[in-house]
Nanobody, 124 residues
Framework: QVSLAESGGGLVQAEGSLRLSCAAS????????IAWFRQVPGQEHEFVAA????????LYAHSVRDRFTISRDNAKNAVYLQMNSLKPEDTALYYC????WGGGSNRLSDYEYWGQGTQVTVSS
């Protein structure tokens, strides 16, 4: 089992940057694929990016490709989401989620463990 805690959200102007962190408490963190999803009130969770448990394979939503970068530091039990060129439509509550032995998919149902989320607000 793994516990996840997101941080790094905040208020930023359009075209600005933020770096989200997902800290995990797990004995074998490297065995988990980690994904970022986001949610706007009244809407479904939207996949943002994922990184697999082995080899660092990454997957991005089309809407964030070339602007966001997901990375992991297994020694620190952490995954990061570097967000550049932010747009007002990126405003959402961002969650990280973990999938044991996962390849880093974009399917919500693959992820067993979830954090509480961190709010990102992008002003125009």
């Amino acid at each position: 089992q793994v516990s996840l805690a997101e941080s790094g959200g905040g208020l930023v102007q359009a075209e600005g940057s933020l770096r989200l962190s997902c800290a995990a408490s797990a004995g074998a963190f490297s065995n988990y694929a980690i994904a970022w999803f986001r949610q706007v009130p009244g809407q479904e969770h939207e996949f943002v990016a994922a990184i697999g448990w082995v080899g660092g394979r990454t997957l991005y939503a089309h809407s964030v490709r070339d602007r966001f970068t997901i990375s992991r530091d297994n020694a620190k039990n952490a995954v990061y989401l570097q967000m550049n060129s932010l747009k007002p439509e990126d405003t959402a509550l961002y969650y990280c989620a973990a999938d044991l032995w996962g390849g880093g998919s974009n399917r919500l149902s693959d992820y067993e463990y979830w954090g509480q989320g961190t709010q990102v607000t992008v002003s125009s």
